[in-house]
């Protein structure tokens, strides 16, 4: 018999690394470990988009320009995903979150040790981006392979820990500060670096661990998504055009926020620690509309609950044009962190149960191949506002896309799903 180390041991998930012949490998359930992961890969992301953003200002970059600085963090994934939830579907998610995870702290070598232009700053951002989205495909294919009646929940926990990475990122830029309006970059690069590299950690464990009943996932033909498209009926097709319109537009009023929240500090003499409190108050109330989300939907209906808060999002939104104190913008952010908290995990619930089972990995890397785009292409047009009405215009415009997708929602998305 050969010998078994237990490395790792926790009850209630039945989590357990041992050395067996020489070879590691983990056996158990994953959710714990994943849910640990996605908290790693949002308080690595949201940690350094903003220390990339106050770096980009410190090399002399205009504010009318980091939508570009956004486009590059989005434009290569948005390409490449679809490519990459296929073989999600294949079978191949923890390697996908591996090679993501490695991506990733790739781009923090590079930040730490070369960053001192726009170019190289432009460079990294790819590295992360594409990173990013690798991981995150891993990630949410792994959940969408729980049963339909539980993806609320699921994804409401997925996103609940991501939340709390959001949550926990802008402390660091407080902390790192210093009562200044830039904080030290460098020092943010590094807990950005730090904290991907224990990230690599558990995307390793994933990766070890023994796929659970490999022989009752429904692999679907390799085909084109032109035809998966045209597989759909035009009812099904109509339902997913709303979810991924919705959550284009809430990822990227959320990317705005955190690209030109400091940008406004910097118009309005705000310190970076109080901007980094701000942000945090905006990820803790999209923590909070979470918890409790699927007991939301059964109230009122999934696709009312993602309407109404899209609404709400662009008005408290719209608030952040108007100077005001200090208390009234952190009103307006926590308010507005309520409202776009919501629209991300109902939409990966949409989305995973109007698609065939085997193809759940491909449509939502459709779906984030669709917030790509909102990343690259939204904060672009829209930050060229920046450049006549000034970062103000950037929160009005982001408030009016809103308020006409949520429109469409009305019209797009599925009824009576509670």
């Known amino acids: 018999m050969s010998p078994s180390i237990p490395f790792v041991q926790a009850d209630k998930e039945n989590l357990c690394v041992s050395i067996q012949r020489g070879k590691i490998k983990f056996d158990g359930n994953w959710t714990t470990l994943l849910l640990v ?9 949201y940690t350094v988009r903003s220390a990339t953003v106050y770096r980009a200002l410190q090399v002399g970059v205009s504010p009318a320009y980091l939508g570009f600085l956004a486009a590059s963090f989005a434009i290569i994934p948005l390409f490449a995903s679809i490519i990459i939830g296929r073989a999600a579907d294949a079978g191949h998610e923890a390697k996908i979150l591996m090679f993501g995870s490695i991506l990733m702290f790739l781009a923090g070598v590079g930040l730490l040790t070369s960053s001192s232009s726009m170019g190289l700053i432009f460079l990294w951002n790819i590295f992360l981006g594409m990173g990013h989205l690798m991981s995150v495909i ?19 926990h997925y996103t609940l820990a991501g939340s709390a990475g959001q949550a926990l990122a802008p402390i660091f830029i407080a902390f790192f500060g210093e009562g200044k309006i830039i904080p030290n970059t460098h020092a943010l690069f590094l807990i ?41 009926s035009p009812v099904v097709r109509r339902h997913l055009f709303g979810a991924m319109l919705v959550s284009m537009m809430v990822t990227g009023a959320v990317d705005l926020i955190a690209l030109y929240l400091p940008a406004l500090g910097v118009k309005r003499g705000i310190p970076a620690a109080t901007i980094g409190i701000l942000l945090s108050v905006r990820a803790v109330a999209s923590m909070i509309s979470r918890v409790h989300l699927s007991r939301l939907v059964k109230k009122l ?77 939204v904060p672009g047009a829209i930050g060229l506002l920046a450049a006549s009405f000034g970062v103000s215009g950037v929160f009005f415009a982001t408030s009016v896309s809103l308020a006409l997708v949520s429109g469409a929602a009305v019209y797009t998305l599925p009824k009576d799903q509670k």
């Open 192 to 232: 950005y670096t730090c904290t991907v590299s224990i990230s690599l950690i558990f995307s390793t464990l994933l990766f070890l661990q023994k796929r659970e009943n490999p022989s009752s996932q429904i692999i679907l033909p390799n085909e084109k998504i032109q035809a998966s498209i045209r597989a759909l």
């Open 138 to 156: 891993g990630q949410q294919s792994k959940i969408a392979q729980r049963p339909s009646a539980k993806l609320d929940s699921a994804f409401g």
């Open 37 to 45: 992961q996605s908290f790693l890969l949002q308080l690595a992301t």
């Open 301 to 377: 209906g999934r696709s009312e609950v993602i309407t109404y808060s899209t609404v709400l999002a662009a008005i408290t939104v719209g608030c952040l044009v108007i100077p005001m104190p200090l208390p009234m913008t952190a009103l307006a952010l926590f308010l507005a962190g309520i409202c776009l908290g919501i629209g991300q995990p109902l939409t990966m619930t949409v989305i995973s149960i109007t698609v065939p089972p085997g193809s759940r990995g491909m449509w939502l890397a459709v779906r984030l191949a669709a917030n790509r785009f909102g990343q690259s292409a």
